[in-house]
């Protein structure tokens, strides 16, 4: 399997990835993967449960150290300026990452504090954020009692209070019914088109990858087995008409076993049904 490009289209890149590689002992999670993203950009990283997905979200994030390699995300290093990379990006996790005990402004309000947006700025950050993601009128509730999509909008306002260059996305709508989803999107291509912040995002939802990304990279067995634009991908499986759901069954392997580990499945469908 031969991967179309791997570079970027021309312009600004506010990610650049070197052969990065993660281990888990005799596993190799990762392996020597390297690809670049303009600023701006929406790239999907797809790939059956298991591919290293979110391995690659972690180490990009500086939450998993690499065991070789490099990448650098909004100039920064992730094995040197790890501070640096932190204070650039916002991170939404698979699993829920807010308190349901607090209401959704304090839960923002604690992520003002953590990223050290000056006190004077903070009330209105706070504001905005909500007002953005359409939760003006439910800052005051407790998250505990918000709807599967209210939960990922409140996330995604969180992560973006102080602005950062890129957004990582690890399944940002994952166990969220249909209107939900429409709704996440929504406010994730508007965020795009405001502060032209890059998205970087994981789904198994091709139809999203379709609509959304404006290049798509598909891994198999910890490494990219092609990249490229959608139409570039499926003009890649040869003459006739071919959709993404058989680029997706070429590329990312076909294989019974390829559902993941106990623990992915059962922290998807914990998160899932928290959402739900």
């Known amino acids: 399997m031969i991967p179309v490009a791997l570079g970027a289209p021309g312009g600004d ?3 650049e990835i070197f052969d990065l590689t993660r281990r888990f002992g005799p596993f190799t999670a990762v392996d020597s ?3 670049s993203v303009q600023a701006g950009e929406v790239f999907g990283l797809l790939g059956s449960n298991g591919a290293g ?6 180490m990009l994030t500086t939450l998993l150290p690499p065991s070789s390699g490099e990448a650098r995300v909004a100039g920064f290093s992730i094995t040197s300026q790890a501070v640096d990379v932190r204070r650039a990006i916002g991170y939404v996790p698979q699993s829920v990452s807010v308190d349901g005990s607090l209401t959704g402004y304090e839960n923002l309000l604690i992520f003002a504090k953590l990223y050290d947006l000056p006190h004077r700025e903070q009330q209105a950050r706070i504001q905005e954020a909500l007002a953005f ?10 998250v505990g009692e918000y ?11 969180q992560s973006t209070l102080h602005r950062p260059r890129v957004l990582f996305l690890d ?3 994952v166990g969220l019914d249909p209107i939900a989803r429409n709704a996440v999107w929504k406010h994730l291509v508007d965020l795009r088109k405001n502060y032209d912040t890059t998205l970087f995002l994981t789904t198994h939802y091709l139809e999203e990858a379709e609509s959304y990304c404006d290049r798509i990279a598909i891994m198999h067995l910890g490494k ?15 003459s006739g008409a071919h959709t993404l759901d058989e680029v997706f069954t070429h590329y990312a392997g076909t294989d019974l076993d390829s559902g993941g580990t106990f623990h992915s499945i059962s922290t998807d469908r914990a998160t899932a049904q928290r959402l739900g």
């Open 13 to 15: 890149l506010v990610l």
């Open 33 to 35: 993967l390297s690809l």
């Open 53 to 58: 997905k979110t391995t690659t979200i972690k």
């Open 133 to 142: 993601m359409g939760l003006t009128a439910d800052g005051s509730r407790l």
């Open 147 to 157: 709807s599967g999509g209210m939960v990922r909008r409140l996330e995604i306002a």
């Open 171 to 173: 399944e940002p709508t």
């Open 224 to 238: 990219v087995a092609a990249i490229g634009t959608c139409k570039e991908l499926e003009t890649s499986l040869g």
